[in-house]
C-alpha cells in the first residue's frame, strides 16, 4: 500500500464515524498532502431549499468538511475557528458538489486552507477561506508526505 493509499483511508476511517458526513452523503474522493477532494450529491429531501436548489448550509457544511479533512492531510486535528464562504452560483438536486480543500498556511496552531466548490462541469459555485485550530495530531499521518 502506497503512503497515499494509507493516509487516504485513514481519513477515509476517522470520517466514516461522522453522523453528519454520513447523513450528508460526503465521499473523500481524493488525498494529497494539504489537498481534499469531496463529492456531496444533492438530494432533493436533504440539501435543497424553497427554491429547489442547493441550501447554503448544505454547501458550507461541505467546504467545513473538507477544511477539517485537508487539516487531516497535514496531520493535525482540528476545530474551525472561522470561515468566510461566498455564493457564486446555484446547484439543482441530482447534481453534485465537488469540494478542493488546501491548506494555504500551516503553522503549529493556526491552519489556514481555501476550499472551492464546483458544480459537474467545473462551474465555481463556492469559495471558502477557513481558519483551523489545531487541538491535536494525526500520530500516522506526518505533516509532510
Known amino acids: 500500500m502506497s503512503a497515499k493509499e494509507e493516509y487516504t483511508q485513514i481519513i477515509k476511517d476517522?470520517?466514516?464515524i461522522n453522523s453528519f458526513?454520513?447523513?450528508c452523503g460526503m465521499e473523500l474522493v481524493d488525498v494529497e498532502?494539504?489537498?481534499?477532494?469531496?463529492a456531496m450529491p444533492i438530494d432533493a429531501a436533504k440539501h435543497t431549499n424553497l427554491y429547489e436548489v442547493a441550501h447554503g448550509g448544505s454547501l458550507a457544511a461541505?467546504?467545513?468538511?473538507a477544511l477539517?479533512?485537508?487539516?487531516a492531510s497535514v496531520g493535525a486535528?482540528?476545530?474551525?475557528?472561522?470561515?468566510?464562504?461566498?455564493?457564486?452560483k446555484n446547484l439543482h438536486a441530482g447534481d453534485v458538489a465537488t469540494a478542493?480543500?488546501?491548506?494555504?498556511?500551516?503553522g503549529h496552531k493556526i491552519i489556514i486552507i481555501k476550499v472551492e466548490t464546483f458544480n459537474n462541469e467545473g462551474?465555481?459555485?463556492?469559495e471558502m477561506l477557513g481558519t483551523m485550530y489545531v487541538i491535536g495530531k494525526f500520530e500516522t499521518i506526518p505533516e509532510k508526505w
Open 14 to 16: 476517522v470520517y466514516s
Open 21 to 23: 458526513v454520513k447523513l
Open 33 to 38: 498532502c494539504g489537498k481534499v477532494t469531496l
Open 62 to 65: 461541505l467546504a467545513d468538511t
Open 68 to 71: 477539517g479533512m485537508a487539516s
Open 77 to 88: 486535528r482540528v476545530v474551525t475557528i472561522n470561515y468566510t464562504i461566498n455564493f457564486i
Open 100 to 106: 478542493v480543500g488546501t491548506v494555504i498556511q500551516r
Open 123 to 126: 462551474t465555481l459555485l463556492t
